[in-house]
Each structure stands twice: as C-alpha cells, then as structure tokens.
C-alpha cells in the first residue's frame, strides 16, 4: 500500500515538472522568436543598406512567426490574465511596428523612426520578454 501512494506521488510530481517544463520551453521559444523579430527591425532601423525587399520580407516574416507561436499557446493555468496581457502587448507592438515604424524607416525618417523604436515599441518588447519571464515561472 505504501508503494502504491509512493508510486502514485512519483507520478503526480513527474506529470507536474513536464507540464511545467513544456510551459518553459514555449515561453522560452516565444521569447527567442521576439528577439529575433527585435534584431530583424534593428538591423533595418540601423543599416541604410539593409533596407531592401530581403530585409523587409524577414521583418515580416520574424514577426509572423512571433504571432504564429502565441496563436498556438495557451495561458498557463491561473495566469490567464497575465497571457493576456502578453498578446495584447505584442499586437500592440507588431500594429505600431507594421503600420508607423517600419514606414518611417523606409520613407528615411531616422530620427522619426529612432523616437519610436527607443520609446513606446521598445518598451513594449521589454514588457513581452518580462511577461515571457513571469509565465515560464
């Protein structure tokens, strides 16, 4: 009886550090993608001559795998606020980033372009890699 209940916590606590640790690894991944969406953009935003149809389309294409991953994720159980928060910052972001910041970048707005990336977009990437952080928790 006694390795019956030995045996059965073994195998709660096993399912518990693997569903934990998958969490780990999505969030982890997500947050990878994001910086890599993050160094496409840079890239751009930095070098006049990576401005071309190959960088745009990996700008894009970086940033569509980030919302890609959050479509296919769900909230960690209790912190379904907080994965919230995580999607809407980042469609906040990839809007701002599609619509406002990489047009100035290609029009040669730099300045225009450097107040937006160094304000409100990279205060929202900080707040999707925080939020990556307290979800993989």
Known sequence: MKRSIS???????????????AYAGE??????KTNDARDSLL????????RGAEQQKLVKDTADAVS??????????GKEGKFKELVDTWNAFKKTREHELVPLILSGKQEDAEKLGGGVQKGRIKKVMELCDELDK
């Open 43 to 50: 890239s751009m935003l930095k070098n006049k001559d990576r």
């Open 27 to 32: 969030f982890g991944d997500l947050k990878k």
């Open 68 to 77: 890609a991953q959050l479509a296919k994720m769900k909230a960690p159980a």
């Open 7 to 21: 045996v059965y916590f073994l195998t709660v606590l096993f399912l518990f550090s693997f569903s934990a640790s």
